[in-house]
DNA sequence: CTGAAAGCGCTAACAA
DNA sequence: TTGTTAGCGCTTTCAG
């Protein structure tokens, strides 16, 4: 059973001639020892490659510098973009401050509660990272309950812990519709997804602000299921109304792939016959013809605010006494015109 | 420093009023458990909600149930197929046998190697697995000098362990030359990037050993850079010259998306006038008009067979005799043409 | 400034 | 079948 034991303290306190716990203040409590002392014991420990064993570490201070992310099922029909690009910006921010990311999926027939409560109970991380959380998330209740640490990307409820960032879908949205106003667009549709996620919901919001404030008439149009086909139904019969709108608003990128492709069998020209912007800036987007108008997630942003409120939440035991909520960065190209 | 102690082993002893060691046999030896105090202490353990702490555990025991994986930087101009599915496989793949990912990324001004040494110096994990294995990877040799388990998506050294699994590019390319020869087309182009990872090497041996079969006219060129921009000026490059072939084979569906931006640029209609197959299948290939043929690699049985060979060598302490080469999966689809 | 002692929670080996 | 003893490697008192 491999038993791979590696070199430990004591090992470094003999090389040393000085006892384990001169080894252990050289690590933790620098200026406790005397200079000298702490440059030949850290040469030392250098030349060893002495590193604390993480297990006996945690043992004794019941910290563990791991973040457990509940990793979303990513779904190749409609794939979360978040797992590119937001995974990689928060494996980068929690790098910076010393934490690591434990992915955790619930076993088969276990619940996403469940799963939690066994990394809790097993005292395996210091702290959670949700993402797509929902308005009233389940996780968000049980981790409040439990008095557990954790950070969300997406609003929680007024009585939970504010621990939470977001980005602005709503104004983000509004400055979209906005961009279509300015360019003399009356008649302007909203593209969603049936689901209810809220991010999905502060999307609609934003469009049906944005259609007031510009005095617009707008149209609201659902994809039934996530395949393209579908999509792609439902697009052209948004394209074949006979009040046909000039402009349309995806509340996804991949919801604009379908618009991309029924306007191609409509005969319709976007950029030309008819205006498109979306949401969420995928790397595919600057490869669209013509290049897709949207909103790009500031995901560093998010990811190190997450990533300090989290430390923070974990370190000064306080939680935070506000939510954060981040602008959409509005990437304009020429889907929507000259 | 919060000290979130939880229920201990020593609380449900006391509360069942057996020692210790019973609650630990009852987890980790029921059968030298009298049946009815087996029982008594589970129900015991369920309802107190008892799991053993992870780091106690892994002190002791020497093994940890987690496995490193040094998340490749995902760079959005030129985006790694893997992030998306890879992970979402590997996660699943683990989950099922008990063991969780952890995250790995070299701090700012850290080796890959160092980052390695730390992470097995501090006993944090039990194996690493590797993505984007090159032929004589630093990692690979790293990994093996030090004796540490690891399994590797990404053939390995004859003389290093062959705890790797690969996805058979040159077969798979060969299939897809074989199925444009067989629609009649004599020049067939190969478009790639200008890296040398092996994978993509091995798909343009595929390439060359496709031509040769078919006794077909094979010409070969690589995008300079990573941006769209610099891709379609190479692909209307191939598509302008004066024998321009009548087929491309793209050495990833990135790539493709370069071919399809040129060729409507040059009023060329792909499935039609030129036929594109390409490398990957990434979830957007069906948005594609027309929709890319293309090769998919089966992340399930990679990521399955990984897991299984990691947990082998953890386990067993037993290398696999030789790596597995699994075929990739043609998808056909119209821009090969009618 | 350094050393000795105690114990974090668990399990393997042995004793009863 | 169950309980006792010891110790995994570390850090936190508390003495020296």
Redesign the pocket.
Known sequence: MAAR?????????RAA?????????A???P????????ERVTRLIEELG????Q???S????TRRIIAYPTPVDDPANPNPLMGGFLEAVVASAGEVGYRILLLRPRPGQSQEQALDEVIAA?TVDAFLLSDVMRDDPRVAHLTAAGFPFAAFGRTMPDQPQSWVDVDSVQAVIELVGLLAARGHRRVAFLASVGAQPWMEDRRDGFRAGVRRHGLVGQEFSAPGDGPAELVTVTRELLRGRNRPTAVVAAGDWLALGVYAAAREEGIEIGADLALAAFDDLPLTAFLHPALTTVRLPLQRIARALIGRLIQTVEDGTTPQAGLLLPGELVVRPSIGP
């Open positions: 034991r590696g070199i430990t303290i004591e090992d470094v306190a001639g000085v006892s384990r716990q001169t080894i252990s203040n690590l933790n409590a200026q406790r020892l005397k200079p000298e002392t702490l002495y590193r604390p064993d297990s006996a570490r043992l004794k201070s019941g005292r």
